[in-house]
């Protein structure tokens, strides 16, 4: 069974690539982020020929979520429950679903913007959200994982260079924390192999030549409980869909997994 994170960056931009990426590395399971895209805008018909369902959660605008899968989707939990109102409204940036033999969350953490930002301090409570709804899932037999943008570096060896990240958001403490609290429920983190250079960077800005200079961090995480650690015979960072004209500034992980 193969699943795969990816923050696409807008789904309706990176359709074509998306499809074609589909059909090339017969994913069984995409977790999709920032569709940016409302739930009426979805490709739930294009995906359709190919043979993917999909559940999404998502409103237009910069967020949106969603589970594309071929191998059934059921007992969805549409958002995050309980998770914390910013503006006055819970933003679209978690759901789940059964699909096959695993349980899935695709997530797309906060950004928190700057560390003295209310968003910030909307972040650290949406991990808490985040780690309450998983818990019971991440502590049980069945294959579970919590797929997506993370917005945070899990160590100074997931940024190209950690001088430049001092105070800023996704590197500090604080968030570092709601990932080890995350794990602590009973999760792993499944670091994939980087097939290029010597760290699996999932994330380079469009700016400055990043992905050329390989000027990248690993935000993009893939966090299973035991059964789904075990199941795992691969994993990987593609690069490749990272290249060329057109592309997300993220790239997909693809985790393989023996069920």
Not at 105 to 111: A, D, E, F, L, Q
Not at 124 to 148: I, N
Request: hydrophobic share 40%; charged share 25%; proline share 7%.
């Amino acid at each position: 069974m193969r699943i795969a994170t990816w923050n696409v960056n807008s789904i309706t931009a990176r359709l074509p690539r998306l499809l074609a990426w589909l059909e090339k590395t017969g994913t069984d399971v995409l977790c999709v982020q920032e569709t940016k895209c409302t739930a009426e805008q979805f490709p739930t018909e294009a995906l359709r020929e190919l043979g993917y369902e999909s559940v999404v959660n998502a409103t237009g605008r910069w967020n949106g979520v969603a589970l594309i899968s071929r191998v059934g989707l059921t007992d969805v939990t549409p958002s995050l429950p309980g998770g914390p109102d910013y503006d006055g409204a819970q933003e679209p940036r978690a759901i789940a679903a059964t699909c096959g033999p695993v349980r899935l969350w695709s997530v797309y953490v906060p950004n928190g913007r700057e560390v003295d930002h209310d968003h910030y301090a909307y972040k650290l409570a949406w991990f808490e959200a985040l780690k309450a709804a998983v818990t019971e899932d991440a502590a049980g037999s069945l294959p579970f994982a919590v797929l997506g943008d993370y917005n945070v570096a899990p160590t100074d060896d997931d940024v190209w260079d950690p001088s430049l990240f001092e105070g800023a958001t996704h590197v500090t403490p604080a968030e570092r924390a709601a990932l080890a609290a995350l794990r602590d429920t009973g999760l792993q983190d499944v670091v994939p192999r980087p097939l290029k250079y010597d760290h699996p960077f999932t994330y380079w800005d469009y700016r400055e030549l990043g992905f050329p200079k390989n000027k990248g961090m690993r935000i993009d995480l893939v966090y299973g409980n035991e059964s789904f650690a075990k199941a795992v015979s691969d994993s990987y960072v593609d690069r490749e869909e990272r290249k060329g004209k057109g592309a997300s500034d993220h790239a997909p992980v693809v985790v393989d997994l023996g069920l």
